[in-house]
């Protein structure tokens, strides 16, 4: 497959072929980017082409990815992605802007836009004829590689920390992977998945340290530049429109990496004219990334990671370089909200927006708002925001941020006097 050519390390630039290395940087284990061959991409295929292709699915851009087309047609594995965009008109009113835009990745197979990783890692799981695949996660990306490894028929072994949101612990279960929680974080489970990939043999999907999952995820960047031209008319044959900022959340740093990778590849292609500025939203209680940011240093240090947004909440970003780097190259920046400003998030993009979010889902909304406070974006500027996942995967999240329904008996006095109470609660709190 000529497209792919192999990697470059993230921290080092040191260069390696498709099959020297799997994971990491055997030099100084940093992160690797996948290099393509553009000029090959551009001779077998155009933006004009792939906007008329009907693949409603990530591997619409398999042009642009590098593993060969997998197998299992017709299953889960090809219903990743091409998930919705629309703009959330109420929203942008109550934040005084004219061009919001929400994509809406909670729409994915296993409600998460880990989907696009693990579609991407058990293809070329598949490629290399991989027998296990192991991953650890806070309970998405797991998720995400068991829905994928039983689309694949492949078994999948999750590591997960024990107080993992129930909800994502019983899809982990319903796909048939064998599901182990550790009792400890999800730190703790990244580093005991190493050693058991090691010991065993088996593949290991690992956030960030595969990196496949990058390329998986930058599909998301794909969309937003084709779902964006399409829905501004802005239609032609070689080129993508491109929004001006685009917000997301941010715990390992994989998404936003993945997201700016896209960005990267479409502007190598020249199928967009200039990158957007990114922004990646941390809670107060992970904010790694951001204390690197807000200290002006690529130096990363861990924290102690206490955050209700459990999908973002993680002590050492494992993909925190390219993370940083996905800011301050394009010109975004990284903002911190607290816990409290993340369960408005979630009430309000569900009212406002019908858009029912997980707590990290719900963060880049939280971001934003804080953004247009600081003017970090200006009214008139193309905002878009990424959704990762859905409110339902965490319902002790949900329903924190919405509150608890009152129970009557099935009498109408008692339904007139509850609506009452109610409305009268309603107005105190200015709704
Ligand atoms: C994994 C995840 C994130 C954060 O992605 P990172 O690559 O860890 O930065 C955000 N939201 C949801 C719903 C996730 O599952």
Partial sequence: MGRFLGYSCS???????PDEVTYTCPMDGGNLDVILDYAAIAKSTTAGQIMASREESIWRYLPLLPVIEPGHKGTP???VGWTPMFRPDRLAKKLGLQNLWLKDDGRNPTASLKDRASAVVVARAEEIGVKIIITASTGNAGAALAGMAAAAQMPALILAPKNAPQGKVAQLLMFGAKVILVNGTYDDAFDLSLMAA??????????????FTAEGKKTAAFEICEQFSKATGKVSDV??????????????GNIISGLHKGMKDLHELGWIDRMPRIFGVQSQGSSAIYNAFAAGTEEIKPVHATTIADSISVDLPRDGLRALRAATQTGGAY????????????????????????????????????????????????????????????????????????????????????????????????R
């Fill in 77 to 79: 594995l090809w219903a």
């Fill in 198 to 211: 090691d010991t065993f043999g088996w593949y290991c999907r690992n956030t960030g340290y595969n990196p």
């Fill in 11 to 17: 921290v080092c630039g040191a260069e390696y072929g």
């Fill in 335 to 430: 903002i911190q909200v607290s816990d409290d400003d993340i369960l408005a998030a979630m009430r309000t993009l569900g009212r406002d927006a019908a858009v029912f979010a997980e707590p990290a889902g719900a963060t880049p909304y939280a971001g934003l708002v804080k953004a247009v406070e600081q003017g970090l974006v200006r009214p008139d500027e193309q905002i878009l925001m990424l959704i990762t996942g859905n409110g339902l995967k965490d319902i002790k999240g949900a329903l924190r941020a919405a509150g608890k329904a009152t129970v009557i008996e099935p009498d109408l006095d008692a339904l007139k006097k509850a609506l009452k109470q109610s409305d009268s609660r309603a107005e105190e709190s200015g």
């Fill in 239 to 252: 080129k993508w429109g491109v929004p001006d900022a685009v917000f997301v959340s941010v715990g390992d």
